[in-house]
């Protein structure tokens, strides 16, 4: 959306500033996982029997559903199957280091226990508990960061939110009210109620300047001081930057960012939809934004009564059994030391360089240009098998070993010195 394309606009404007230091463990972590669970995952894209295909979360927008008749459906909101271990150790599985979960999506209904609002799910539905302490509880458990994404300006459910013009005027609202009264409160209980947060991922900034929106930042640090904030809290601000909706930079970048996909064809559940992004297809996206230097956060949308789609499961699962021997090709590495080849693209790690083989060959042989270091060792990752190798000029050739996946065959380049520090230098600042 625009407002995010400005967003990043100013953000490249502070590109310079110094990182924030708390971004260390988020850019080791590489691989996230986002959910859209809310009302609108009961309705699955549905309203009075139109399929508005695609648009889990933004229903009652496309839909254009009165508020009244919205806050209906929390009546009928009762996720019995959500269990708080089952998804924890699906992101578990999954190789997953950080998830981020809606708290209030624009619907505005708080998926935790809100003393600010009673359009929650304590208060508004049968469910009548916090499904946020449980899962909070499980994930950090498992060793994954925690955070929750808040749309704190586009606000369906009330008269000064953002985003609503079928019900209310939209040249009469009074934004700052609105912050006062709901967004800010139910910011500072999230972030006083649920522990340390490593991530609050704010969405569609509107209705702040760039002064109210720096007092807003400062005033949430200083509930959660480690916490990194997204860049769509607006006005170029945030700890890190997430570009747009399932954009990858098309060159490396270095700093701390995320590129955000979703699994199947919708952000919140959908009926009927089945195109799920296959294990390769994730594990190909994710080496990907790792050679650009960033990280891939993969969202879920679970159902209406709490279950994980089951293509979710399965092929998340399956990505997870792929990073189980490839992970040191991802984790903790930064974006490759030569520019993406016709066979794949790279990551680097202190004296390796990883070859994610997304694309064979047909002659079996990779050719790895501009290698200009002492080359002590060529191997397949995922079973340390060497990998025969010869040297041509500032090129390697390596013989591609039988794979043992057809997801991406990870090849190791271990070598001493400092490849290509030039082509390092020329990388930008995100
Ligand atoms: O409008 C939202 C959308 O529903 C979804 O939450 C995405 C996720 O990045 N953010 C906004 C659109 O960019």
């Known amino acids: 959306s625009s407002s995010i394309a400005q967003d990043i606009e100013r953000w490249d404007k502070q590109a310079n500033e110094k990182e924030n230091p708390n971004t260390k463990w988020f850019k080791e972590a590489k691989f996230g996982m986002f959910i859209h669970w809310g009302l609108y995952s009961k309705l699955g894209g549905v309203w009075n029997g139109k399929d508005y295909y695609g648009s889990g979360e933004w229903l009652m927008h496309q839909a254009k559903v009165p508020v009244a008749d919205y806050a209906k ?50 208060k508004a ?62 910011l500072k209980e999230l972030l006083t109620n649920y522990g340390n947060l490593g991530i609050v991922w704010f969405d569609m900034p509107g209705g702040l300047d760039k002064k109210q929106t720096q007092e807003l930042v400062d005033s949430m640090h200083a509930l959660q001081p480690k916490s990194l904030f997204s860049s769509r809290v607006g006005q170029g601000l945030g700890d890190y930057r997430t570009f747009g909706d399932s954009e990858v930079p098309a060159t490396p970048i270095s700093g701390a960012w995320e590129s955000i996909y979703t699994h199947n064809d919708s952000w919140g559940y959908i009926t009927h939809d089945m195109n799920f992004k296959s294990p390769k297809e994730i594990i ?32 998340l699962r399956e990505t997870g059994k792929w990073l189980q021997t490839n992970g040191k090709s991802i984790y903790g590495t930064t974006y490759g030391l030569i520019p993406a080849q016709p066979w794949g693209v790279t990551t680097s790690a202190p004296g390796k360089l990883y070859l994610h083989v997304l694309n064979n060959p047909r002659n079996g042989k990779i050719r790895v240009p501009g290698v200009n270091v002492a080359v002590t060792k060529v191997f397949q990752l995922a079973n340390k098998q060497p990998a025969k190798w010869t040297k041509q000029g500032n090129d390697i050739i390596v013989d591609m070993p039988k794979s043992l996946n057809d997801h991406n065959t990870v090849l190791a380049v271990q070598f001493n010195g400092k490849l290509n520090d030039g082509y390092a230098a020329s990388i930008p600042q995100v």
């Open 125 to 186: 539905s049968p469910y009548g508990k916090d499904p946020m302490k449980a899962l909070s509880v499980a994930t950090r458990k498992r060793g994954i960061e925690f955070g929750f994404y808040y749309s704190q300006f586009l606000d369906w459910h009330e008269p000064n939110g953002g985003g609503n013009n079928w019900d209310f005027d939209e040249t009469k609202k009074d934004y700052l009210k609105y912050y006062k009264e709901k967004s800010i409160p139910q």
């Open 284 to 315: 190909q996206l994710l080496a990907n934004v790792a050679s650009k230097g960033g990280n891939l956060m993969l969202n879920v949308g679970p159902d209406g009564e709490g279950n994980m789609p089951l293509y979710s499961i399965k092929y």
């Open 73 to 122: 459906v929390a009546k009928e909101f009762n996720p019995v199957k959500f269990n708080a271990d089952e998804w924890a150790d699906l992101a578990k599985d999954a190789g997953i280091k950080y998830m981020v979960i809606t708290a209030k999506h624009h619907e505005g209904f708080a998926m935790y226990d809100s003393k600010v609002s009673d359009f929650n799910i304590v």
